[in-house]
């Protein structure tokens, strides 16, 4: 196992930047978004999935000064050498980064994640299956949801 699993504060100071405004980006910032509505997106172009989010968001090319006080870094513009070039610059920033679709490239990933109130469950396969990982979940949130599992 490369990846520990933890839990993040992401309320009060942490600053979350989102790079990249595509598919890959606006999933990300969807499940993101059912944790916190304080992140930033910023990217030529940004989705109108994004736009609908209680994120702010930038139309532009990303900047090294971007980096400036943040904390937790998700990088999906879907160009691979600048995803390389961002991690690079994080790197030297001290800034915990996932290069989406680039697990070898990752500080951090994200697991496949059910929610309910303060209970949250979370599946993770080091990023080699990702499909399984959803399946679990999925199986997990279900006992629960029908009692085969007991939570309380």
Do not use: Y
């Not at 595509?22 to 910032?29: D, I």
């Not at 992140?39 to 139309?59: R, Y």
């Not at 400036?68 to 513009?77: A, I, K, P, S």
């Not at 080091?126 to 599992?149: G, L, P, Q, T, Y």
């Amino acid at each position: 196992m490369d990846f520990l699993p933890i839990n993040i504060r992401i309320s009060g100071e942490a600053r979350i930047l989102i790079v990249g405004g595509g598919k890959v980006a606006t999933h990300k910032a969807t499940i993101l978004s059912r944790f916190t509505s304080s992140a930033t997106v910023i990217a030529p172009e940004v989705s109108d999935g994004i736009k609908a989010l209680s994120f702010h968001w930038e139309e532009r090319e990303f900047s090294e000064t971007d980096l400036e006080g943040v904390t937790l870094l998700f990088v999906c513009t879907g160009n691979h050498p600048l995803n390389h070039h961002i991690h690079s610059l994080a790197r030297q920033h001290g800034i915990l980064t996932s290069v989406c679709d680039s697990p070898s490239e990752c500080d951090f990933t994200s697991p496949a994640i059910w929610r309910d109130g303060d209970l949250t469950i979370s599946v993770a396969s080091d990023s080699k299956d990702v499909k399984r990982s959803i399946r679990v979940r999925n199986r997990i949130k279900e006992a629960i949801k029908h009692d085969i599992i007991q939570i309380d």
